[in-house]
């Protein structure tokens, strides 16, 4: 690994820490120490584990908020789980050449991979947090950068009217039985999910608090946009261009927007 790739990602401007995670072991923390206790930090590990043992495989990267910070997770080869913490408005998706190069480097000898970075890494001092603000508002085009699929402002009402237009088109082509089937099945363990109910008709409800004002959050969003891909994987299995059909004709594109992550 190229001490200059782990100091070149160091030295980007936001970065408040990061961490390497393999497996159950106890994860590798730099930087943090600074903005996260201990407790904290251990509920952060654990929520990460959640996160990953609970989304479909096909996904590679996550984005949510935490503690008031950013956080930006790297599914990498072999497990290795790569999580960098920023300050909550730093545009991050233009520091991607970056991460990409280190993303690269960890991966050419995964077995050493966090004993060299943590090497590495521990040898290179991060900016101070008020570098990184001052940086991060000079920039104000970088810090607009945001990924369109978790936008800011999304109402509930509008993710469960979207729900329940893409579970009404996979009734007409599965049943009622299979498309309920495959909700509950591809549901992730979180327990805001709970609260949203699927009658046998196929019908979602959400048991929850709700009114017309009602928002979601950036991570509630990528919840939702994880259970989705599940139920789609999973009606994949009977209709195999199941994925194409429901962009071609079961959602408007504001639809896919809120639901699909990886939506144009």
């Excluded at 159950?24 to 120490?33: T, W």
Aim: proline share 3%; net charge neutral.
């Amino acid at each position: 690994m190229k001490r200059e790739v782990v100091q070149d990602f160091l030295n980007l401007p936001g970065i408040m820490g990061v961490a390497l995670m393999h497996g159950r072991s106890r994860p590798y923390f730099c930087g943090v120490d600074q903005v996260l206790n201990f407790q904290q930090k251990e509920a952060l590990a654990q929520g990460i584990q959640q996160v990953i043992e609970t989304t479909p495989a096909s996904f590679h990267f996550f984005e949510f908020q935490f503690n008031g910070h950013q956080v930006y997770i790297y599914k990498l080869s072999q497990g290795i789980i790569l999580l960098v913490l920023t300050v909550d408005n730093l545009g991050y998706v233009g520091c991607s050449e970056v991460v990409d190069r280190l993303k690269a480097e960890l991966q050419e000898n995964i077995t050493d991979a966090i004993a060299t970075f943590r090497l590495l890494a521990g040898s290179t001092a991060l900016p101070e947090e008020n570098q990184w603000k001052q940086q991060c508002e000079s920039s104000p085009s970088t810090a607009a950068a945001r990924p369109v699929a978790l936008a800011a402002s999304v109402s509930l009402r509008d993710l469960l009217i979207a729900l329940n237009q893409l579970s009404h088109f996979t009734k007409h082509y599965l049943g009622a039985s299979i498309a309920v089937s495959n909700w509950k099945s591809s549901r992730p363990d979180a327990e805001w999910l709970k609260q949203f109910q699927i009658d046998r008709t196929a019908q979602i409800g959400f048991m929850g608090q709700m009114d017309s004002q009602t928002l979601v959050s950036a991570e509630q969003q990528q919840w939702i946009q994880a259970w989705v891909a599940g139920f789609i994987d999973r009606c994949s299995k009977v209709i195999r261009d199941f994925p194409k059909t429901v962009r071609q004709k079961a959602l408007n594109p504001e639809q896919k927007r809120l639901l699909l992550s990886d939506a144009d």
